[in-house]
């Protein structure tokens, strides 16, 4: 298997924090999901590979080339990358969506797993040259209080939230869920905007708020440095009750191209994809352990608390359509823009 570690200069907690904008560990604002997509500029390896044989070459040539963000939407494939058929995959870690989105655009690459309202920008931006083929991430956003008044949302009302991803899907969500619960986001709470999770912690830690909501595994971080925080409200609970499906972070983008050039051999990666969730699912420890060491979480040990808050799923068919849709018209509700400027057509949802 050639895999290519690109690592961003950031920490991983922040890193953790600007995945998640998308509602959850991995979301994209409009601007940055359009600007990517427009700008198909080839990304310049971090590494230098060796030059390839003939044999190496073909090898290459005939894998699936497959794109992972660092984070949650990243951790259900490990064990699929370490598996044995994992030679038949080239499997690329990136730190942020505008490294994956213009060679996802360019050909340059067949899948990624990526923020679900980046796939609906780029099926728009590309005239459906791409198609989702599952999501792998249900929602990772909670809301966190240091402090016992939060049970319900709407006990939010009169208080302050600090969040991140003002402009996208964190901000979506959380307007969506406060107004269906008859809690007016513009007059009935202050929601403040942090430029990434860490900034929101320090506020909560230096007492300058008390409520926040935050993604995973950046919760499970949080909980150990602040005493008396503690998990008030699950947002995908929260967006099941008023929404009636499940809340989306992350999916699985193909292209199209690559799904036709050889249907068998994508077919057989998906079924291994299935049991790479299940096992990242199962096997806390072991899945933790491969985290690390392609360096999806920082450390295992992280990886191994936050994995069961992390929602790492593997939604095929009817029921993945059914639940883009509806978090889909929640976005383009609140912005177009948000999902590419309209609402992606069935053939972007990928039938096996």
Same mark, same amino acid.
């Given at each position: ?19 998640? @904008?998308? @509602? ?16 198909? #500029? ?22 699936? /080339? ?91 009302? @009169? ?15 959380? /307007? ?53 925080? /503690? ?23 193909? /292209? ?20 790479? #969730? ?14 690390? &060491? ?14 069961? &808050? ?43």
């Amino acid at each position: 298997m050639k895999l290519k570690r690109i690592f961003a200069a950031v920490t991983a907690f922040a890193l953790c924090a600007s995945l998640a @904008g998308c @509602g959850a560990a991995a979301t994209v604002s409009k601007s940055a999901a359009e600007s990517a997509a427009e700008s198909a #500029v080839e990304a310049t390896p971090a590494v230098t590979e060796a030059p390839a044989t003939e044999e190496t070459a073909d090898a290459s040539e005939a894998a699936l /080339r497959i794109a992972g963000l660092k984070g949650p939407t990243t951790m259900g494939l490990v064990n699929l990358m370490s598996d044995e058929v994992a030679s038949n995959y080239n499997f690329t870690m990136y730190g942020a969506a505008d490294e994956i989105v213009p060679l996802l655009i360019k050909g340059d690459l067949d899948a990624a797993a990526v923020p679900a309202n980046l796939a609906a920008t780029l099926y728009n931006k590309t005239n459906g040259a791409v198609e989702v083929a599952c999501i792998n991430t249900l929602g990772v956003l909670y809301i966190v209080e240091n402090g016992e008044t939060v049970n319900s949302v709407g006990d939010l009302k @009169g208080q302050t939230i600090v969040t991140t991803g003002k402009g996208a899907t964190p901000e979506y969500v959380l /307007r969506y869920v406060l107004t269906e619960n008859g809690v007016d986001p513009d007059s009935d709470v202050t929601i403040e905007y942090c430029s990434e999770a860490t900034e929101a912690l320090s506020k909560v830690q230096a007492g300058e708020a008390t409520i926040a909501m935050l993604p995973q595994p950046f919760v499970t971080s949080a909980m150990s440095q602040v005493e008396g925080l /503690r998990v008030a409200l699950d947002m995908n609970e929260e967006w099941q009750k008023v929404a009636g499906s499940k809340l989306v972070t992350g999916v699985l983008v193909v /292209r199209k191209d690559a799904v036709e050039n050889d249907p068998e051999a994508f077919a057989a990666f998906m079924d291994g994809y299935a049991a790479s #969730v299940e096992a990242a699912n199962s096997d806390l420890e072991g899945t933790a352990a491969l985290c690390e &060491q392609y360096g999806v979480v920082a450390k295992a040990a992280l990886a191994q608390k936050a994995l069961p &808050q992390c929602n790492i799923v593997f939604e095929t068919g009817d029921e993945m359509k059914t639940d883009l849709e509806t978090y889909f018209n929640v976005l383009y509700a609140a912005d177009p823009t948000s999902v590419g400027g309209q609402l992606p057509a069935d053939d972007f949802y990928y039938a096996g």
